[in-house]
């Protein structure tokens, strides 16, 4: 079945620093890629998505490109803030099936210090 | 605005005791889960339903029921059954087909005391 896998938390940097959270996924067709946001006592919010190859996904200063050749999609930023400070989920959708689910990782707590 | 909306936001549940957690949509969507999340892990599916009057089971459904009697509302039923209940529950929902994005609610948090 199909699968995402994070690294493992957690991150800390200082502000300004610069942010990638690895993912990596296994799917048997060609699903569409999401990253999601959680802060602390909230649901999770998406950040941004990608729905085939070598699209770039961005929204507040994230991107993150959808690589086949790797199975990746890699969550980066070049500056991050204190208010960054979140809980990041990496997940997947198959577009084949008409059920709707994703498929999420277990998520990468990050704490920005200024 | 269209959303999700989950009550209560907090909820404190008696041992033997079953408690119910609300989870209605105005977004229109078919598809409607529920997740379970625990402290520094990820989210675990519990039931989700992608019409009304039908819902299947996911990978945590022990302990746990719910129905579908309207479009808009999925309520979740932590029955007595379940004996780790303390967690926090995110309910969330989506159009059918698949390759979309999930729109999440707030959650609610419920603790056993």
């Known amino acids: 079945g199909d699968s995402v896998t994070q690294m493992e938390g957690p991150v800390t940097l200082s502000e300004e620093a610069f942010l990638t959270i690895n993912c990596t996924y296994t799917a048997t067709g060609y699903p569409s890629l999401f990253w999601y946001v959680q802060y602390p006592g909230e649901g999770l919010q998406l950040l941004l998505k990608?729905?085939?190859?070598?699209d770039k996904g961005s929204n507040k200063g994230f991107e993150a490109t959808y690589r086949k050749e790797t199975t990746s999609f890699h969550l980066e930023k070049g500056s991050v803030q204190v208010s960054d400070s979140a809980v990041y989920f990496c997940a997947l959708s198959d577009p084949r099936t008409n059920a709707g689910k994703s498929t999420f990782g277990d998520g990468t707590t990050l704490t920005v210090k200024p | 605005d269209g959303g999700i909306t989950q009550s209560p936001k907090y909820l404190f549940r008696k041992e033997g005791q079953n408690v119910t957690l609300s989870c209605e949509q105005n977004l229109n969507h078919d598809a409607m889960y529920w997740y379970r999340q625990d402290p520094g892990q990820g989210l675990r599916l519990i039931y989700y339903s992608q019409i009304v009057n039908d819902f299947q089971k996911g990978d945590i459904a022990e302990g746990y029921s719910v129905s579908r009697e309207k479009k808009e509302s999925f309520p979740l039923t932590v029955t007595s059954a379940q004996k780790n209940p303390t967690a926090f529950y995110l309910c969330?929902?989506?159009?059918?087909?698949?390759?979309?994005?999930?729109?999440f609610g707030q959650g609610t948090r419920l603790t056993v005391v």
């Open positions: 990608a729905t085939k190859a070598d």
């Open positions: 969330a929902s989506s159009i059918i087909q698949g390759g979309t994005e999930a729109f």
